[in-house]
């Protein structure tokens, strides 16, 4: 006994002994409202193509992701992540009229009920796979690629949609998008800034759903190292001066020492993205056999609300209220 009055063997047990306590104890509380669907749509003939992995997320054409839009409307999902696929890549690109096309057919079909943010990065659209236009020496060309960001902010934003958010990483990208948005009259639209992303391995699925793998090398030499820190929370301290009004981190179990930090250094609120290799990761098991899958998903989910995100981004938003994630 340790001598705290009243010490028995209930003293930590007790409030966990039944639904009503573990309830009314619980701290990371959240509603289908707080998740971020990803969905993956090309120019493609076929509807569907399946992304080795990551279950029921498919790279889809535009009739079958507005078939799939509106089922996830249904069950509860507000917030959809767009990843365009066009199948045309360039070295330099410039337009986007598969983008506006996209944004302009889901939000006709959906208005209000939904909010539909836009990924910004041009890994999708060029030909060797890297997240920025690169020089006739093979270097980031960061003005160039800011340029192409800025025109892509700007076509999704006259296609309507209601928020972007830039995942390339270049220096100086959020002040650029908010000044280009600005000039072009979209001075409401949100960004949801990639401030904290790392390169990492996780981001295997993905690269083949977006048809994004670089050609050659990686992305060390723009993606912060994993290894830093100061990096981390500097890369979301700049994003914010620049105007950012929403912050990330990404990939999410691997950098959940850092939300609080980032939050408590720019005053912003500070999401999750569960990327493509974590969901994957659970998939697998559950595959396995060796784990139940909605529930470690529940499970990651409520960890990344007790690190301190606000918000989380996860293949697996469409099946929370299924899960019992209050509307
Ligand atoms: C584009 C981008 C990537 C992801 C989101 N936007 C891939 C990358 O940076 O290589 C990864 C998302 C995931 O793995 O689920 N730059």
Redesign the pocket.
């Known amino acids: 006994m340790t001598g705290l009055p009243g010490a028995s063997p209930w003293s930590r047990l007790r409030l966990r002994q039944t639904p009503h306590l573990r309830n009314l104890t619980d701290e990371v509380g959240f509603t289908t409202s707080h998740l971020i669907q990803?969905i993956f749509v090309g120019d493609q003939v076929e509807a569907r193509r399946e992304v080795d992995g990551l279950g029921d997320n498919a790279r889809m054409n535009l009739a079958a992701a507005l078939d799939q839009v509106a089922r996830d409307v249904d069950a509860g999902v507000r917030h959809f992540l767009l990843?365009p696929v066009p199948a045309a890549k360039t070295p330099r690109p410039s337009t986007f009229d598969f983008l506006r096309g996209v944004i302009a057919a889901i939000k006709d079909a959906h208005g209000q009920d939904l909010h539909l943010w836009v990924?910004l990065?041009l890994?999708?659209w060029t030909t060797h796979g890297h997240?920025a236009i690169l020089d006739d020496r093979r270097r980031l060309d960061v003005p160039a690629s800011l340029d192409a960001l800025g025109a892509m902010a700007v076509a999704a934003a006259d296609a309507g949609v209601d928020g972007v958010a830039p995942?390339?990483m270049m220096d100086g990208r959020t002040r650029h998008l908010r000044v280009s948005l600005d000039a072009a009259g979209h001075d409401r639209v949100p960004i949801m800034s990639?401030s904290t992303?790392f390169a990492s391995q996780?981001?295997?699925?993905?690269?083949d759903a977006?048809g994004?793998a670089p050609g050659e090398g990686d992305?060390r030499h723009y993606?912060i190292d994993v290894r830093s820190r100061t990096d981390a929370i500097e890369s979301s301290r700049r994003c914010a001066a620049e105007g950012a009004d929403l912050l990330m981190v990404?990939?999410g179990l691997t950098s959940l020492d850092l939300i609080a930090p980032i939050a408590l250094a720019t005053g912003k609120l500070v999401g999750a993205?569960q990327?493509?290799?974590e969901?994957a990761s659970l998939v697998a098991l559950a595959d396995r056999g060796l784990g139940r899958f909605d529930e470690m998903l529940l499970e990651t989910w409520q960890v990344f609300r007790r690190a301190g995100a606000g918000f989380i981004i996860t293949?697996g938003a469409r099946r929370a209220r299924a899960l019992g994630v209050a509307p």
Request: proline residues 10%; contains cysteine; hydrophobic residues 20%.
């Open positions: 990803p990843f990924d990065c890994c999708a997240c995942s390339d990639y992303k996780f981001y295997g699925p993905f690269r977006a994004s992305r993606q990404k990939p993205y990327v493509s290799g969901y293949y």
